[in-house]
Nanobody
Framework: HVQLVESGGGSVQAGGSLRLSCAASGHTASSNCMGWFRRAPGKEREGVAALYSGSGNPYYAASVKGRFTISRDNAKNTVYLQMNGVKPEDTAMYYC????????????WGQGTQVTVS
C-alpha cells in the first residue's frame, strides 16, 4: 500500500479548468498504476482515468475523453488530472487510486477532493 494525498479540488464555472494532483508515498511499486475515480451524489463510482508508470496508453472514461488529461511525474510519484471544459455533470468527489497493475483492482485510496461545477 501507499499513502495518497490529493489536492486541487474546488469550485469552478462550467467551461472552466481545474487540475487535481495526487502524491504517493510508501511502497512505490504499489503505485505503478495511478488514476482517478469519482462519485457523484446518487450515482455509482466511476473510473475516470488511469495511467501506468511504465508504458501504454492512458485510460479515459468515455464521459471525459477529449476534455480531461492524466499525466504523471514518476520522479515525484505524483499523478495529475487536468480537467478542461468542465460540465456540471463532472461535479463529484474525486478519489485518487493506486495499484501495482492497471487491471481494475485498487489497493490504495486517497481521501477524496470535491469538485463542484456550476
Amino acid at each position: 500500500h501507499v499513502q495518497l494525498v490529493e489536492s486541487g479540488g474546488g469550485s469552478v464555472q462550467a467551461g472552466g479548468s481545474l487540475r487535481l494532483s495526487c502524491a504517493a508515498s510508501g511502497h512505490t511499486a504499489s503505485s505503478n498504476c495511478m488514476g482517478w475515480f469519482r462519485r457523484a451524489p446518487g450515482k455509482e463510482r466511476e473510473g475516470v482515468a488511469a495511467l501506468y508508470s511504465g508504458s501504454g496508453n492512458p485510460y479515459y472514461a468515455a464521459s471525459v475523453k477529449g476534455r480531461f488529461t492524466i499525466s504523471r511525474d514518476n520522479a515525484k510519484n505524483t499523478v495529475y488530472l487536468q480537467m478542461n471544459g468542465v460540465k456540471p455533470e463532472d461535479t463529484a468527489m474525486y478519489y485518487c487510486a493506486a495499484d501495482e497493475f492497471c487491471a481494475g483492482a485498487v489497493s490504495s485510496w486517497g481521501q477524496g477532493t470535491q469538485v463542484t461545477v456550476s
